[in-house]
């Protein structure tokens, strides 16, 4: 079993700056994919990052390219999302997503964790 586990959501003001983590347990596989989605209230969940574990390979939506990073340590077995120059149209709860594959549409992932709220004032 897998579990991941999301932390460091927040408030914050327009232009700002968060990092979130989230901490991977249990079993992952090669090629496997660790991604970044969020959804605000009414729309879909949408993707915004993801990272291919046994590989360089990084991939962002549009709208964060530019100032999300992605990473991760695999010595602490955690990826984070570095977000800067935040806006209101940022304002999600964010999930962290694990699957077999570093793919940016969300049904191709087998795990994910509880979310994290990220508001963002202008």
């Known amino acids: 079993q897998v579990q991941l586990v999301e932390s460091g959501g927040g408030s914050v003001q327009a232009g700002d700056s968060l990092r979130l983590s989230c901490s991977i347990s249990?079993?992952?596989?090669?090629?496997?994919?660790l991604g970044w989605f969020r959804q605000a209230p009414g729309k879909e969940r949408d993707f915004v990052a993801v990272?291919?574990?046994?590989?360089?390979?990084?991939f962002y939506a549009g709208s964060v390219k530019g100032r999300f990073t992605i990473s991760g340590d695999s010595g602490k077995n955690t990826i984070y999302l570095q977000m800067n120059n935040l806006a209101p149209e940022d304002t999600a709860v964010y999930y962290c997503?694990?699957?077999?594959?570093?793919?940016?549409?969300?049904?191709?992932?087998?795990?994910w964790g509880q979310g994290t709220q990220v508001t963002v004032s202008s």
């Open positions: 249990g079993r992952t596989f090669t090629p496997y994919g």
């Open positions: 997503a694990g699957g077999r594959l570093p793919v940016t549409a969300s049904t191709w992932y087998d795990y």
């Open positions: 990272l291919g574990w046994s590989s360089d390979d990084t």
